[in-house]
């Protein structure tokens, strides 16, 4: 691993967390993972908790921030099994409740458990949560990029924008690095991706034009490396004109 944690803004009431995982004996079995934790005075926000099988060492590690009875809110992207698949695991280790778009909530009971009376759906416009030491988590939507009910994270106090997908890479085995240096070298590792998990230019132009308004430090995406101020400019520039999803239909359809 590069690191399997790293504080990324601190002030005397706030901290964000980043956390990262893979298995570095395997090259396919399962896909490298970002989680983050925002803790507020004394209350924590899980940002994509991540997969059952990694439940265990992604609560030991958030254990070293913050007491898990002290998680408020499990927050998710969307429904995939590499976010949410450990939900179930959470809802038992903790007393927080789980926050995810209205589309998905019956469907993440299928990870395991029945207590509707902890989700909170996530309208398609997203929502606001005020922490109790100042500050804002904003979620913000990415419908189609690259799930129907998808939302980035917005820190207001830390200025970090939790991006879920938008802004992976795969890396090749070995080649992991944790923050973006060389821009070039990483499209490399993140184009591939987005031409085919995004869903088509339109969605991301919307996106890209939404992000422009809020104040960035930086861009962590939920799989691969963390996108600095200095390569945001060229990321969000890069994105409004690709095109991806069904933009290029022609190539994914026919003999």
């Not at 059952?52 to 969307?78: C, G, M, S, W």
């Not at 070039?184 to 919307?206: P, Q, V």
């Not at 963390?226 to 994105?239: M, T």
């Amino acid at each position: 691993m590069v690191e399997s944690s790293k504080v990324l803004y601190e002030d005397d009431d706030h901290q964000y967390v980043w956390f990262g995982w893979e298995d570095p004996d395997t090259e396919e079995a399962l896909v490298q993972s970002n989680q983050v934790l925002v803790v507020n005075q004394d209350q924590g926000y899980l940002f994509d908790p991540g997969g059952a099988f990694i439940f265990a060492e992604v609560a030991a590690e958030v254990n070293k921030y913050l007491p898990l009875d002290q998680i408020r809110y499990l927050i998710a992207t969307h429904q995939d099994p590499d976010v949410l698949s450990s939900v179930t695991l959470w809802l038992k280790a903790t007393n927080a409740r789980l926050l995810v778009s209205r589309l998905w909530v019956r469907f993440v009971s299928h990870f395991g458990f029945s207590d509707t009376s902890r989700l909170i759906a996530i309208e398609d416009r997203g929502k606001i949560i005020k922490m109790p030491a100042g500050g804002e988590i904003v979620m913000l939507p990415a419908h189609f990029l690259h799930s129907e009910g998808n939302f980035s994270f917005y820190d207001s106090r830390s200025k970090i924008l939790f991006s879920g997908d938008i802004g992976a890479a795969v890396f090749p085995k070995g080649e992991r690095y944790l923050f973006v240096e060389d821009w070039e070298k990483h499209l490399t590792y993140t184009e591939g991706f987005h031409r085919r998990y995004m869903g088509n230019n339109a969605a991301l132009r919307k996106w890209v034009t939404m992000i422009r308004d809020y104040p960035i430090e930086m861009i962590v995406p939920q799989h691969g490396a963390i996108i600095g101020k200095e390569h945001i400019p060229k990321f969000l520039d890069w994105l409004e004109g690709l095109q991806c999803g069904t933009d290029l239909l022609d190539e994914f359809y026919g003999f």
